[in-house]
């Protein structure tokens, strides 16, 4: 009985071990970076600077950061982390260098 019983919780151990590994699989990601053209639905169209659009599925679960009211508008800038299914997994606005440091020569 006792062999019985080791053998059942080293099988479980295991398989749970085993199917805790299947959900713990790395996402090939690639960066998108571009101007946003529109939204359509759930998804926002975007340039990149070569110039060609990709749509961007963007749900619940994609965090954007440096958006107030955390939607995006025609014209931003934007870094994307984007799984190979296209859905956007963050979003950041990427905000110009306002040039903060610089002295403008009417003020010298």
Known sequence: MIPILLTLILFFTV???????????????SVVNGDVLYWEGEEVV?????GREIRLHVTAATKIEGVAGGRLKTGDKIAAQVN????ALSITL????SGAGVTPPSLR
């Open 84 to 87: 190979s299914d296209g859905h």
């Open 15 to 29: 398989v749970t071990h085993a199917h805790a590994l299947e959900g713990s699989q790395p996402i090939a990601t």
């Open 94 to 97: 990427q905000i110009p260098d």
């Open 46 to 50: 975007v340039k990149e600077i070569s």
